[in-house]
C-alpha cells in the first residue's frame, strides 16, 4: 500500500521529486535514492544493480523502470521480474544509445558540443585524444567517444573541474606502450563522476602485451591499467573494461570514494598464448588495489581474472559488497608490512561470490615487517572451486612467496567471519591459519562452515 501510495504520487508529480542528475544511479537492487532523472535523461537499466540517466526521453519507460526497481529491491535474488526489467529497458537502452551515437557521429574530431537535453552548458562531447585536455578544462560534462589513445598518452582526467562527469561511450583503446611506468588513465579530482554510456567497452588490450609474468618479468607492460588517485567524493560507475595489461584499478589517497555497477573482463587472459609457457597468458591482473584511502565502497561488480579480486593493502572503512570474483585469487587484505603505508583499519567484505579461484578469503603479512591490521569482517561470502584456500590467514609472506615462517611483527587483530560458506578442492584448505608468536587476535567465526578440504591453524582452533 505504501509502494501504490508511492507510484500514485509519482505519477501525478512526476518532476517534483528529486531528480537525479545527468549521468547519476537512479535504479537497482537495493538503491534508495532517486529513480527519475532530469529533464532530458532517462532512466535505463544496465544491469540488475545499476540503472543510469541517459540523455533521451521516454517517460513511460522511466516510470516502468522505477516501479520494477522498486519491486526488486523487495526481491533477494534475480526472478522472472527482473528479466522483465531487463527486456523492457534494453529497448531504450537501444534507442538512448542511438542517439547518442548519431550525435557523436556527426561531430567532427576535436571540438567539443553540447550533449542531452538537460545536461546544462558544460556539455561536450570528444572524439579525439588530442582534444581530451580542452575538454577537462572548460567542461563539466565530456562524453569520450571512441577514443584510440596514441602510443604512450594517458586518458587524462586528472584536472577536472569539481563535480564533472565523464562519461566513456563506444570503444576507447590505446596504442601498444611497452612500459611500466605507464598509465592508461589516470583520474583525479573532487565530486567527480566517471560513468560509461550503454553499450561501451573500454579494452586495454592485454594480448599486446600478456606473457603470462605480469610484473614478474618478461616484457615491459604498463603496471596500473586505470589510476584513481587523490580524489575526494568521487564515484566511479558503470564501466565495461576488458584485457587490462596487469593491475586493474589501483586506487591510492582518495577520500570517500564510491565505485559500483562494474564489469571488469579479462577471461581472454585464461588462455596460454605463445608467450606463457602453457600458463594463463595474464598475470597479476588484480582488479582492485586499494591504500592510503578511507571510506571507500565496491559495490555490485563483476571480475573475472587472474589475481586477486580485490587487494586492500592500507586503509580505513573500505566496504566490499556484493561482487562476483571468478578465476583469481578472491577477497585479501595484503600483503601487508614493508610499504609506505601499512596500516588496515576497518574493511568489511559482504554478500559476494568467490568462484573457481586459487582463495576466497585472505589475509597475509609479510615477514620481517611492522604493521597493523584491525577490525576485518568477512560476512555472507560463499565460495566454490578454491583450489588453495578457502580462509587463509598467513603471515609468512617474503617477495610474494610464503616462506613457512611467520613473523609477529605486523599485528592482525579483531576479525571476524560471519556466514561465510561453501567448498573446496580436495587438495586445499578449508582453513589456513599460520599467525606469528602473539600477533593475531580476537579471531571470531560464526555460522561458518568450508568443507572439502584440509584444514591447519596455529591460533585459536580451526572451526
Ligand atoms: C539488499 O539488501 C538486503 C537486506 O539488507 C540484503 O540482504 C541483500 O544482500 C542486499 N542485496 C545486495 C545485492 O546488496
Ligand atoms: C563508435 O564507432 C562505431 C563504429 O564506427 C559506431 O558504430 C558507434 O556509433 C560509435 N559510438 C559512439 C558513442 O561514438
Ligand atoms: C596511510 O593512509 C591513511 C589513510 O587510510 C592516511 O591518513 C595516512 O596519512 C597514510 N599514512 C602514511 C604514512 O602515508
Ligand atoms: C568495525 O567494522 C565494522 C564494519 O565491519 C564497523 O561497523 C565498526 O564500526 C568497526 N568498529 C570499530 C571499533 O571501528
Redesign the pocket.
Known amino acids: 500500500m505504501k509502494q501504490a501510495t508511492a507510484l500514485a504520487a509519482l505519477a501525478l508529480a512526476a518532476g517534483a521529486a528529486a531528480q537525479q542528475s545527468a549521468y547519476g544511479q537512479c535504479g537497482g537492487i537495493n538503491w534508495t535514492g532517486a529513480t527519475s532523472c532530469v529533464s532530458g535523461y532517462t532512466c535505463v537499466y544496465s544491469n540488475d544493480y545499476y540503472s543510469q540517466c541517459v540523455p533521451g526521453t521516454a517517460a513511460t519507460t522511466t516510470k516502468t523502470t522505477t516501479t520494477k526497481t522498486t519491486t526488486t529491491s523487495k526481491t533477494t535474488t534475480t526472478s522472472t521480474k527482473t528479466s522483465t526489467t531487463k527486456t523492457s529497458t534494453t529497448k531504450t537502452t537501444a534507442t538512448s544509445s542511438t542517439k547518442t551515437t548519431t550525435k557523436a557521429t556527426t561531430t567532427s574530431a576535436a571540438t567539443t558540443t553540447p550533449i542531452g537535453g538537460g545536461g546544462g552548458s558544460g556539455g561536450c562531447t570528444v572524439t579525439a585524444y588530442a582534444s581530451i585536455s580542452s575538454a577537462v578544462k572548460s567542461c563539466t560534462l565530456i562524453t569520450l567517444s571512441n577514443i584510440s589513445a596514441p602510443p604512450s598518452s594517458t586518458i587524462d582526467l586528472q584536472k577536472l573541474q569539481t563535480s564533472a562527469t565523464v562519461v566513456f561511450a563506444g570503444l576507447t583503446t590505446f596504442g601498444v606502450t611497452a612500459n611500466n611506468d605507464f598509465d592508461p588513465i589516470v583520474v583525479s579530482g573532487n565530486g567527480i563522476l566517471i560513468t560509461g554510456a550503454a553499450g561501451h567497452t573500454i579494452d586495454g588490450g592485454g594480448p599486446n602485451y600478456w606473457d603470462g609474468q605480469g610484473s614478474n618479468g618478461g616484457g615491459a607492460k604498463p603496471d596500473h591499467f586505470f589510476v584513481v588517485k587523490k580524489t575526494t567524493n568521487a564515484r566511479i560507475t558503470n564501466l565495461n573494461i576488458k584485457n587490462w595489461p596487469v593491475h586493474c584499478f589501483s586506487m591510492t589517497g582518495n577520500e570517500g570514494l564510491t565505485v559500483s555497477g562494474l564489469n571488469l573482463d579479462n577471461s581472454a587472459g585464461d588462455a596460454p598464448n605463445s608467450k606463457s609457457s602453457g600458463k594463463a597468458a595474464a598475470h597479476n591482473s588484480d582488479g582492485f588495489d586499494i591504500s592510503s584511502s578511507d571510506y571507500v565502497t565496491l559495490s555490485n561488480i563483476n571480475v573475472h581474472n587472474q589475481d586477486d579480486c580485490v587487494a586492500v593493502t592500507s586503509g580505513t572503512h573500505i566496504?566490499v559488497t556484493g561482487l562476483y570474483c571468478y578465476g583469481g585469487h578472491g577477497l585479501s587484505i595484503g600483503s601487508i608490512g614493508g610499504k609506505s603505508n601499512n596500516t588496515v583499519?576497518?574493511?568489511?567484505f559482504e554478500n559476494s561470490q568467490v568462484v573457481n579461484s586459487e582463495n576466497a578469503c585472505r589475509i597475509k603479512t609479510n615477514s620481517g615487517t611492522t604493521g597493523t591490521v584491525k577490525?576485518v569482517?568477512y560476512?555472507g561470502i560463499t565460495m566454490s572451486g578454491i583450489t588453495d584456500y578457502g580462509i587463509d590467514v598467513q603471515q609468512d609472506y617474503l617477495n610474494g612467496g610464503p616462506t613457512g615462517s611467520p613473523t609477529n611483527g605486523v599485528t592482525i587483530s579483531?576479525v571476524s567471519f560471519i556466514d561465510v560458506t561453501g567448498t573446496v578442492s580436495s587438495s586445499a584448505y578449508n582453513y589456513y591459519i599460520l599467525c606469528g608468536s602473539g600477533s593475531c587476535s580476537g579471531f571470531t567465526f560464526s555460522g561458518t562452515s568450508i568443507t572439502g578440504g584440509k584444514t591447519s591453524c596455529n591460533y585459536g582452533s580451526c572451526p
Open positions: 566496504t583499519d576497518t574493511v568489511l577490525n569482517t560476512k579483531g
